[in-house]
């Protein structure tokens, strides 16, 4: 009992601070005068008053938090203020069912950037930085779910980067070490933000659209203010800086945080994923240039490279804008593209999906384990950077990539039973749990998620919850072990 | 050079001796005067005189096989007869290319049972039974693969079976473990496809036929001697005949000896696989055989019974007879039995894919994992039946599934990379690498593979190899290590 008073007491203070949350939507719509201000301050004052009733009924009867109380706590996190923020849409947007407004305030938090709206140009304003914020929270706190949690609660091989950022803490208690680590980790994120912000409005796009994108690009979100996102512009500069901002976005944030403190790149040339990820990214982008067109898809190979590098990139990154249709290119460049955006994000970027890390285990794993075929006696301890990884940490990454796996067979059968093309499924499902976004036919980049019936939707925002908690995070809670005393 | 001396005098030998089984279409043609007696009179001798030389070179140079040597013995072996057994067809069949002749051995041997042949039906009696002739020596060969070579070679896991029949031997030398479980193996397996034989003349079919299908059925290879399949006959008790014994090559040969040399039925019943597969497969057929008689395909629940069991089972023992085109029912039902021909046969069976026994592992190894995130100190060993299994082998395992994964991965996209379409790309791979045969859409079961590009046969080949040596046998040939002494 004690220990849902705890976990009520965290949810109410942090209602009570995503309240505040609202101010700047409040603040568009009045600047924009597009009559949505009454929805967020009744939005805000909800928020504020329900989470004080939840932490003040819950105060007195609070214990510490311990680790295993986190599992609840993440979920509940990222379900609870993806349920409190669909409420500015429900009254803003008449007509849109709470499926779909959660669906979309999912893809937010989740920073997956799958829409079901359509007629974006033509949205309140408010209602736009709405999504985009959600975006850019969503983003920072994957980030320290990531850097700061996940390593505690021991999800997937995360072990291994305990201590990044704040030294190691003997205590159970995962209270302080949260608290400073957000800290540090939310100056970075602020900082490139206003970076990009910048860059964005020199590059041509107006200050709100700048906010927009950079909010979707740091979070690796995708969501765009435009029907054709990131294709409205038409502009090889705009498509430049995203490219630059969301390779940054894709990488560790603790690495920007050591590079700002150390004033040097060494972090970055030192970390195990960096280089594989950008080597991925830069050779992927040559081949499928060359591939399309080499297929005839665009007339010189300097406009196939644009094309290809920003889309690419982004979903690569799982962050998710287009600029063009992609699903019209030949088959193997978008499948290619849905390939990375399973692999190519760091760890403790705002990215998803298995994570180069992983990957990188994976595969020396692999090899090692063919070596042992042939010398069945020899020793052979597996390194990722200057680390030996122990044989723990590789069985908990195995039992992370076999669980991803199986989520995505059955999360796809899903689809599939429920009458979607196999294309549309599994496309869906992987843009879906990799929080990547955009997936291919019938939710395509020149389409969205609308056209999905209610239970499709509610798979889909299963699996962008699913991906963006590690998968077994959530899974976890749904074993009877878990709830047993 | 003594490795490959050794190596080449059992080539030889199997040579020489594969050079008997012409006997059987020699025999056919001239009892049907197809004219085809004399390209397999070329052919028998061209084995039995290149063998003998062959073995007659290297006899006094040859040593002891050792453990490593069986790597290249087992891929050397299958593709050296699939090469030669293309004689009779390039001779038989005008037109034919060296390409599509290999595709359609390999496909024999490997009992894939793809075929690039149109006109099945004209095809001259004696050309039919050699195609047959091949699954059913393919099968045989598999059986001794799985129970008496992998378990030596440390494939996949497949240590756990070793000692399974011949009792250890703990010598390195694998000749007489793998000629007395040869001897025994072959004498269950001609037992059973005589009485399969009499079955299927039983239900209807013509002496020609029955010997035929039962050749394809026991061998899960899924060649017919008609381009309509089992659904030439449109016979229901044709159909039952084939899933009893689709089912009983889906089981572990060493279990149908124990269980004659005991007679009892014990051993099916203590076995960690057969209840599984079964189980798994009667749910199956339940839920698609609802959902397709729900969508209205067949107008009612027993038509689609039929047709869902017999379809079904053949896919997922990875057979690949066909009675109907199930491609054009509702795609969950098509993707859910390509999505069992991955798990569902055992270890030691003519079938192909993962097997049962790894899927039960991994399934076990990741309930471990859950459970010991939330109890980090606790121990608990992974038990299949009364086994405790070490972590050695769960690493096999793992490695086996990871490798099969990426072959997929890496094989899917090269076709799709050729241009194919990524349905009919992604079933062909799995359709072959799992030796099962029909894939979907434009190599679905109303299709065959003729329609394929020359690259895309021959990388079906290579999936069809890969998938019939436990993917690591072959693959280990193109490490590095394997070529240093
Ligand atoms: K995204
Ligand atoms: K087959």
Redesign the interface.
């Known amino acids: 009992m004690q220990r849902f008073c705890t976990l009520g007491f965290v949810l109410g203070l942090i209602l009570m601070v995503f309240g505040l949350t609202y101010a700047l939507p409040i603040a568009t719509s009045l600047y924009f005068d597009d009559g949505m201000a009454d929805h967020f301050v009744r939005g805000m004052s909800l928020n504020i008053g329900l989470g004080s009733v939840l932490a003040g009924l819950t105060m007195r009867f609070r214990g510490d938090i311990k680790t295993?109380d986190g599992y609840l706590l993440v979920a509940s996190f990222w379900i609870l203020m993806s349920a409190a923020a669909t409420l500015p849409l429900l009254w803003g947007i008449p007509g849109l069912s709470f499926t779909d407004a959660f669906f979309e305030t999912v893809s937010g938090f989740t920073t997956t950037g799958a829409t079901i709206l359509i007629g974006l140009d033509a949205l309140a304003p408010s209602l736009n930085l709405w999504r985009h914020e959600m975006v850019w929270i969503g983003g920072l706190g994957i980030i320290v779910l990531a850097v700061a949690i996940l390593p505690l609660?021991?999800?997937g091989g995360m072990q291994l980067y305990k201590a990044e950022i704040a030294g190691p803490i003997k205590d159970s208690k995962i209270t302080p070490r949260i608290t400073e680590t957000a800290r540090l980790l939310w100056l970075v994120y602020a900082g490139i933000t206003l970076a990009c912000i910048a860059s964005l409005k020199m590059a041509g796009m107006s200050w709100f659209d700048a906010i927009c994108h950079a909010f979707s690009a740091m979070g690796l979100g995708g969501f765009s203010t435009h029907d054709a996102s990131v294709g409205y512009y038409d502009s090889p500069a705009i498509e430049l800086v995203l490219i630059v901002f969301m390779l940054i976005s894709a990488m560790n944030f603790a690495l920007h945080y050591q590079a700002v403190h150390l004033g040097s790149l060494m972090p970055y040339k030192q970390d195990a994923e960096v280089l594989p990820m950008l080597a991925l990214v830069a050779f992927s982008i040559w081949l499928c240039s060359w591939?399309i067109w080499d297929n005839g898809v665009y007339s010189t190979f300097l406009e196939s490279l644009r094309h290809v590098a920003f889309n690419l990139v982004s979903i690569a990154t799982d962050c998710g804008f287009a600029s063009v249709d992609y699903d019209k290119w030949?088959?193997?460049v978008p499948?290619?593209m849905l390939?990375l955006s399973c692999i190519t994000c760091c760890t403790g970027s705002t990215g998803g999906g298995i994570k180069m890390f992983r990957t990188l285990l994976?595969w020396k794993?692999?090899s090692r384990?063919?070596?042992s075929?042939?010398?069945?006696r020899a020793i052979n301890p597996i390194r990722i950077g200057d680390m030996p990884i122990p044989?723990k940490i590789i069985?908990?990454v195995?039992?992370f990539i076999?669980?991803y796996?199986?989520s995505v067979?059955v999360l796809t059968?899903s689809l599939?039973?429920s009458?979607l093309?196999?294309?549309s499924a599994l496309s869906a499902i992987l843009a879906c749990i990799n929080n990547a976004g955009p997936g291919l036919n019938q939710v395509g980049p020149a389409t969205n998620y609308q056209s999905l019936g209610d239970f499709q939707t509610w798979i889909c925002s299963a699996a962008m919850l699913l991906g963006r908690l590690e998968i077994?995070t959530l899974?976890?809670l749904f074993?009877p072990?878990?709830w047993r005393k």
């Open positions: 295993r609660l021991g999800i591939y030949p088959p193997f499948w290619w390939y994976l794993q692999a384990e063919m070596f075929i042939l010398h069945p044989n069985f908990a195995l039992a076999f669980m796996f199986i067979v059968f599939i039973f009458g093309d196999a294309i077994i899974i976890v074993t072990t878990f």
